[in-house]
């Protein structure tokens, strides 16, 4: 199972980017999906979560601002970010849990990371 991200970049503060994630592999099930991120020498955290439900919840530092969303047809998740800020410069990581064709243990995928750049 292959997750692939893209759409980061260098933005000026204020300004807006959409991230888009797509699975690929040998995935039956996706339930959750969600994008997570790293600030230079901070840990990994939670930025927003899609559930199957199309349920959502955000970090509070990105509510209002930011908007997840899935197309299950298309086995992607976005990350739509508007009014972006310094403080949202990160690598941006996808993430996925699901079952595969071949098990019925629930497993987590990670994709590799998306660097996001907001600076003037």
């Known amino acids: 199972v292959q997750l692939q991200a893209s759409g980061g970049g260098l933005v000026q503060p204020g300004g807006s980017l959409r991230l888009s994630c797509t699975v690929s592999?040998?995935?039956?099930?996706?339930?959750?999906m969600a994008w997570y991120r790293q600030p230079p020498g901070r840990q990994r955290e939670l930025v927003a979560r899609?559930?199957?439900?199309?349920?959502?919840n955000y970090a509070a530092s990105v509510n209002g601002r930011f908007t997840i969303s899935r197309d299950n047809a298309k086995k992607a998740v976005y990350l739509q970010m508007n009014r972006l800020r310094s403080d949202d410069t990160a690598v941006y990581f996808c993430?996925?849990?699901?079952?595969?064709?071949?098990?019925?243990?629930?497993?987590?995928?990670w994709g590799q990371g998306t660097q996001v750049t907001v600076s003037s």
């Open positions: 899609i559930f199957s439900s199309d349920g959502t």
């Open positions: 592999g040998s995935i039956f099930l996706i339930n959750q």
């Open positions: 993430w996925v849990n699901g079952l595969r064709y071949d098990s019925n243990i629930e497993e987590e995928f």
